[in-house]
């Protein structure tokens, strides 16, 4: 009888748990504003994905309104409150939004769900999703190329090699400043209804998931250079930053790639990429105490960023600091 009890009490325990587990995780699902919609560049972009998987005989994905919510989210979050940490790539969500924080990290398998479950967590997208990100300001033409150029991505797009046995179902595209990014989901999205964008494109409020009337232009294909000032913030290199940098030559333009906790780290990481960057150096600032990878100096904005275009993906969270 004791025995029949205790068991009894451990299912209920574990019931309870899972059923408050499932409140909290849909309690950060908000309903998508009617206003989402797709701006001039993220329409040519589409297109240019639906013109190669043509060629690839590859099926026309439907724009997905939940996935292209999800998508504009993460290139806002991530432009503006980027988790700068050493093993946290660019498919993180930071803790300045409604929905979960998590660090995704490719060398860990056990956070692979960061990535997958986000859009069902935002908005109850019904199946796996997998996401693809630029950071650099290119065109959609010059994205697609170093896109196509590369195997891993060019087989997300076309559902071939490690992505043959996907059948994506619906797309979402979010561009913000200079990150773009693609969500490729499993499963169909029933609310296809993502128009485009007419006058100025709504703000996105990040706390609460809301939308509110915007002075920008629909059609921002900035091709403004990432900066890092301050804490996490990002802020374009020519808004006159007065943030104090240690080791660095005032009105150059620094190639970052890779943010250590201890110099150790930062020199081990150095040392790996002198073959390709034998001027890598490791670099500090007086508003951070990360240890960050130089991988060249420039002294225009345009030279700093146009080197950021040409790095292949092994590299695609590289940023470019400015010196103030």
Known sequence: MIKKYCYTKTVFLLSLLC???????????????EEVCMNGFEQQLYA??????????AHKIEVSKKLTFVAKLHARDLYHNRIDK??????????????NACCFSERDNSKQSCMWDKPKE???????????????????KRIMELWKGSSFYSDILKNS?????????AVGIGQY????????????????????????????????GTLSTSTQVADNGSNEVTTLTGDNE????????????????SGKFYLIYGSYSTQEYADAAVRQLSGQFPQARVITTNDSDRYRIALYEYTTKEEARDAQNKLDYTYVGAWVLAAE
Do not use: H
């Open 234 to 249: 990002n802020t374009d290199a020519d808004a006159g930053s007065t943030s104090s940098n240690t080791g660095l030559e």
């Open 48 to 57: 240019l994905i639906d013109t190669y998987r043509g060629e690839n005989e």
């Open 122 to 140: 935002i908005t109850g997208y019904g199946g796996k999703a997998y996401e693809v990100i630029y950071n650099g300001g290119s065109e959609p």
């Open 177 to 208: 400043k200079n990150v773009t990014v693609v969500w490729f989901g499993e499963v169909e999205d029933e609310d296809k209804d993502v128009q485009n964008c007419t006058g100025a494109e709504p703000e996105y409020d990040l706390k609460n």
């Open 161 to 169: 090699g490690r992505y043959a046995d996907k059948d994506w179902a």
């Open 86 to 99: 050493d093993s946290c790539s660019m498919q993180s969500w930071s803790d300045k939004g409604f929905w």
């Open 19 to 33: 059923f408050v587990f499932s409140l909290s995780a849909s309690a950060q699902q908000v309903t998508i504003p």
